[in-house]
């Protein structure tokens, strides 16, 4: 449905941080809901967070929470992931998603995918 595209992964150290853009091409951005979603290799895709459609609501993975932040700007039609304290086990291709609802997204019920961006974190 929408398109969307990631950007901002990369290599980091363990302990540091980065920040994950999703842009979304179209004129609807803000009629979904919006989330993020990792994979590493040999690994099922695994939930991270979601976000309301007006930024209202947001859920976290407890792996996460604490040191990821979620967050939009509907006028740049575009969903960040700020990711603090990294560890080795953060390292995965990340993904967002759109969705009706921030339950829809937890619940794998998605509209588009991104292409995915890679993180790796060195220890």
């Known amino acids: 449905q929408v398109q969307l595209v990631e950007s901002g992964g990369g290599l980091v150290q363990a302990g540091g941080s980065l920040r994950l853009s999703c842009t979304a091409a179209?004129?609807?951005?803000?009629?979904?809901?919006m989330g993020w979603f990792r994979q590493a290799p040999a690994k099922e895709r695994e939930f991270i967070t979601a976000i309301s459609r007006s930024g209202g609501i947001t859920v976290y993975a407890d792996s996460v929470k604490g040191r990821f932040t979620i967050s939009r700007d509907n006028a740049k039609n575009t969903v960040y992931l700020q990711m603090n304290s990294l560890k080795p086990e953060d390292t995965a291709i990340y993904y967002c998603a759109a969705g009706a609802t921030t339950g829809s997204i937890r619940t794998l019920s998605i509209d588009s995918w991104g292409q995915g961006t890679q993180v790796t974190v060195s220890s």
């Open positions: 179209g004129r609807t951005f803000s009629s979904y809901a």
